[in-house]
C-alpha cells in the first residue's frame, strides 16, 4: 500500500508506471499511424506521479464532485491521459488500441465525449484558464478542498492566454491550482524560444507572482516534493517547471527535433522502442493506493422559481439593463449561476448580480479569452456562467467559444452593444458579426430579445437550457413591447402585426422590431397591410411560423437587421425557408459605420423605418 510503502518502493512504482504510460502510447499511436508519442514520453513521470501518488479521485467514478481536477491542456498528448485512465482501471488497456478511430471516443485530442474529461482541449493556451475556472469554483463557491492540476506545454506557454491566466490566478491567491510546464525544448517545427533556459522560465513565472519550481521532470522523487511543496504553498497558485526530453526512454527518438506528431511505424520500429522500454522495468511487488478524494459531497441551496419580470407598459429599457435585472433574479432563484465580467460591468449592468453574490462573481478585467476559459471551467464543475461584455469584444475570444462548443459547455455567453444602434462609439465598439459568429458553432443558441420582458424570459431560458447559449443585447433604450405574463420559449418567435389582407412579412429583432413596426403604421397609412415577426431565436429558428407567415403574404419575406448582411437573422430566415421557393430580401449593414447619433446610424446604413418603407414599396 502506498502509505506504508518506502520511500525506494514508491519511486520504483511510480517510474514502472511511467514507463508502462510510454509503452501504451507508443502501441496506440503506433496501431492508429498517427498521434504524438514523443510528447507523451516527456511527460509520462509526471503523469505517473499525479496519478498514482499525488491526486486524489476514484478510478471508477471519474465524475466524482470533489476529486481532484487534471486537465490536459497540451491536448495532443491524449493517448498518455487515456493510458493514465486504462492503468488506472477505468476501462480496459485494450480499447487503448482503439485510439483515433471513428468506433472509439479516444479521439486525437480530448473531449467531454469521455467521461474523464471536463472540457476539450487541442487549441493550446485553453487549459490554464479553464483551470482558473475550477479552482475559483473550489475555493469561492463550493468551498472543497479539491486541487486543479494543468499540464502544459512549453510551446503553448507563448499563448497571451496563458499570461492572462497567470494574472488572474495570482489575483484571486489560488493557492489550490497547481499548473506544470512540460519543458522538453522542442515544439512542432522549431526548438520553442526558451529551450532549457530553466531559470528564465522561473524568473517570468515567478514575476507574475506564483510561486515557481525548477524540477527535473524524469527524476520521481523530485516530482513527489514539488507536489508535496505545492500542496503546502498558501497564498499563491504553483507552477512546476519541469525540464524533459522530448521521447524520453527511447534512445533513437529522445531530444531529436523531427519526431513531432510521429507515430513509430507498427511493426518493427514500434517493437523496438516497446522492447527498450520494456527493459527499463524494475521488478516491484506492490501497487500505489490511489488516494480518494473526500467523501463529503458539496451542499447547495435549492433551485427555486426565478421571479417574474415587472415592466410597466410606459417603462422603457435598454435589453442590456433588463439582462442585469434578470441575472441578479436568477441569482437569488438558483445558486448555481454565476457570473463573469471583463471590466465593463457598469455597463453590462451585471455589477447588480456581482453586488448581491459577490463570492459567485469573478471580475475577469480586461482578458476576454480567460473570462471565457474561465466560464468553461465552472461549467465543467456544474456552475452556469453568464459572461458578458461588448458583443465586439467577443471576437477576441472566439477561439475559446469555438472550443466550448465542441465541449458543449453549459456557458452562457451575452454580447451587449450591438450594432450601429450603439451610436458615437464608432465601428470599433459595433459588434455587426456576432450572430454570424455565434450561429456558426455548433449546438449554441442564438437569442435576441427586443424588450425587457423579453430579455427576462429569454435569460430565464437560457439557464434552463442545457449548452451554450449567446444572448445579444443592445444599449438604447426601447418601449416594453410585451406583457409580463407572455412567455417565450427557445426555437419560438412571436407575430406582433398580422392581418387577413397582409402582402409582406417583415422579420425583424433587437432595434429594428421597433423600427418594422413604426414602418408598418406608415404602410397601413399608405393602403398597404404588412405582417411583422419579431423574431427573437435565430437558432434554433421557428421555420414553421416563418413558412405560414410567408405563404400568407404571397411568399414574400422582408428581413432588417442591425448587423453585418453576412451570417446574420436574415442569412438564418432565408436558409429556413429559401427551399420553398420563397423570396427573401434583406436589410442590413453593408459597410464599415461611421460614429454618429443612434438614430442617424441607423437611417444612414439602411435599417431604418424609412427605410423598410422604401423596400416594402419596391418589393410590393
Known sequence: MAARMTQDALITVISNKAAHL?????????????????????????????????????????????????????????????????????????????????????????????????????????????????????????????????????????????????????????????????????GQSDPTMLQHDMEAYRSRWAGFGWHAIVVDGHDVAALLAAFDEAAFTKGKPTVLLARTLKGKGISFVEDRPDWHGKPLKKGEESQKAIDELTRQLRQSAVQPEIKKPSASPTVTKPVKAMAP??????????????????????????????????????????????????????????????????????????????????????????????MAAISQSNIKLVGTHAGVSIGEDGPSQMGLEDIAMMAAQPGMVVLYPSDGVSTHRLIEAAASHRGPVYVRTGR????????????????????????????????????????????????????????????????????????????????????????????????????AVGSEGIRVHKLAVREIPHSGKPDELIDRYGISARAIVEAAKQIL
Not at 453574490?357 to 453568464?386: H, T, W, Y
Not at 413591447?481 to 427557445?490: A, K, Q
Open 22 to 186: 510510454r509503452i501504451e502510447s507508443v502501441r496506440a499511436t503506433s496501431e492508429a499511424g498517427s498521434g504524438h508519442p514523443s510528447s507523451c514520453c516527456s511527460a509520462a513521470d509526471i503523469v505517473a506521479a499525479l496519478f498514482f501518488s499525488v491526486m486524489r479521485y476514484d478510478p471508477k467514478n471519474p465524475k466524482c464532485p470533489n476529486h481532484d481536477r487534471f486537465v490536459l491542456s497540451k491536448g495532443h498528448a491524449a493517448p498518455l491521459l487515456y493510458a493514465a485512465w486504462a492503468e488506472a482501471g477505468l476501462f480496459d488497456k485494450g480499447d487503448l488500441l482503439g485510439l483515433r478511430r471513428m468506433t472509439s471516443d479516444l479521439e486525437g485530442h480530448p473531449t467531454p465525449r469521455l467521461a474523464f474529461v471536463d472540457v476539450a482541449t487541442g487549441s493550446l493556451g485553453q487549459g490554464l484558464p479553464a483551470g482558473v475556472g475550477m479552482a475559483l469554483n473550489a475555493k469561492r463557491v463550493d468551498r472543497s478542498d479539491y486541487r486543479t492540476y494543468v499540464l502544459m506545454g512549453d510551446g503553448e506557454s507563448v499563448e497571451g492566454s496563458v499570461w492572462e491566466a497567470v494574472e488572474l490566478a495570482r489575483h484571486y491567491a489560488l493557492d489550490n491550482l497547481s499548473a506544470i510546464v512540460d519543458v522538453n525544448r522542442l
Open 476 to 575: 438604447p433604450k426601447s418601449p416594453i413591447l410585451y406583457g409580463n405574463e407572455e412567455s417565450f420559449t427557445i426555437g419560438g418567435s412571436k407575430v406582433v402585426r398580422q392581418s387577413q389582407a397582409d402582402q409582406l412579412t417583415i422579420v425583424a429583432a433587437g432595434i429594428t422590431l421597433f423600427e418594422a413596426l413604426k414602418a408598418h403604421d406608415q404602410l397601413k397609412a399608405a393602403g398597404i397591410p404588412v405582417r411583422v415577426i419579431d423574431l427573437y431565436s435565430i437558432v434554433p429558428v421557428d421555420r414553421a411560423t416563418l413558412l405560414g407567415c410567408a405563404k400568407a403574404t404571397q411568399n414574400r419575406i422582408l428581413t432588417v437587421e442591425d448587423h453585418y448582411e453576412h451570417g446574420g437573422l436574415g442569412d438564418a430566415v432565408l436558409s
Open 309 to 402: 419580470p415587472a415592466y410597466k407598459s410606459t417603462d422603457v429599457a435598454a435589453t442590456r439593463e433588463a439582462f442585469g435585472a434578470a441575472l441578479a433574479a436568477l441569482g437569488e432563484a438558483n445558486p448555481l449561476v454565476v457570473g463573469l465580467d471583463a471590466d465593463v460591468k457598469n455597463s453590462t449592468f451585471t455589477d447588480k448580480f456581482g453586488k448581491q453574490f459577490p463570492d459567485r462573481f469573478f471580475e475577469s478585467f480586461i482578458a476576454e479569452q480567460n473570462m471565457v476559459g474561465a466560464a468553461i471551467g465552472l461549467a465543467a464543475c456544474g456552475k452556469i456562467p453568464f459572461l458578458a461584455t461588448f458583443a465586439c469584444f467577443l471576437t477576441r475570444a472566439y477561439d475559446f467559444i469555438r
